[in-house]
Antibody, heavy 118, light 110 residues
Framework: QVQLVQSGAEVKKPGASMKVSCKASGYTFSDHHVHWVRQAPGQGLEWMGRINPKSGGTNYAQKFQGRVTMTSDTSISTAYMELSRLTSDDTAVYYC???????????WGPGSLVTVSS | NFMLTQPHSVSESPEKTVIISCTRSRGSVASNYVQWYQQRPGSAPTTVIYEDDQRPSGVPDRFSGSIDSSSNSATLTISGLKTEDEADYFCQSYDGTNGVFGGGTKLTVL
């Protein structure tokens, strides 16, 4: 079955960078975009961007432009999301999700909690 | 860009029907498919409706979706409410290549 496995929880200092991984299985990784969505504690879902693993092409939400980098390694079916210059506002659960077409995100990974604290 | 607006919370009794709206601020709601996700506490979202009105396998037919061009809204209808339906529900669409989420609706089944 299709499965996305994400890296574990992290604690980061303000100003540092974070990098979350998302390993896919059960489907042809290069055939589907991977989206990244975050959720701050007690808040809603926020779309961050997506990557086309086949081409490496990316689309980022304007809010994160210049601070986010999404990459992928098709040889190990893994997508990555790196966010730099972290502040406490970046404390959130970060999800990856496969795009099943027409921006339908399914399934989602279990999420990776990143806490930014001094 | 457009926004998707949902009611912050709704509540209803078991076995009743609840409707959750998702109103698009600009452009036609019919222009881009709408998905609905259910999120229980501590879990990742899962799909209950995709492409406006399609139900994934495994989702009960108590869940249905539609769009209404007159109100420029998508709606999620849950009939025969069960206590297990208590969760947060998010609508989602897209603007070109960018994803857009509604703010989420907390459904309480009491």
């Amino acid at each position: 079955q299709v499965q996305l496995v994400q890296s574990g929880a992290e604690v980061k200092k303000p100003g540092a960078s974070m990098k979350v991984s998302c390993k896919a299985s059960g489907y042809t990784f290069s055939d589907h975009h991977v989206h990244w969505v975050r959720q701050a504690p007690g808040q809603g879902l926020e779309w961050m961007g997506r990557i086309n693993p086949k081409s490496g092409g990316t689309n980022y939400a304007q809010k994160f432009q210049g601070r986010v980098t999404m990459t992928s390694d098709t040889s190990i079916s893994t997508a990555y999301m790196e966010l730099s210059r972290l502040t406490s506002d970046d404390t959130a659960v970060y999800y990856c999700a496969r795009d099943r077409g027409v921006n339908w995100l399914d399934p989602w990974g279990p999420g990776s909690l990143v806490t930014v604290s001094s | 860009n457009f926004m998707l607006t949902q009611p912050h919370s709704v509540s209803e009794s078991p076995e009743k029907t609840v409707i959750i709206s998702c109103t698009r601020s600009r452009g036609s709601v019919a222009s881009n498919y709408v998905q609905w996700y259910q999120q229980r506490p501590g879990s990742a979202p899962t799909t209950v409706i995709y492409e406006d009105d399609q139900r994934p396998s495994g989702v009960p037919d108590r869940f249905s979706g539609s769009i209404d061009s007159s109100s420029n809204s998508a709606t999620l209808t849950i009939s025969g409410l069960k206590t297990e339906d208590e969760a947060d529900y998010f609508c989602q669409s897209y603007d070109g290549t960018n994803g857009v989420f509604g703010g989420g609706t907390k459904l309480t089944v009491l």
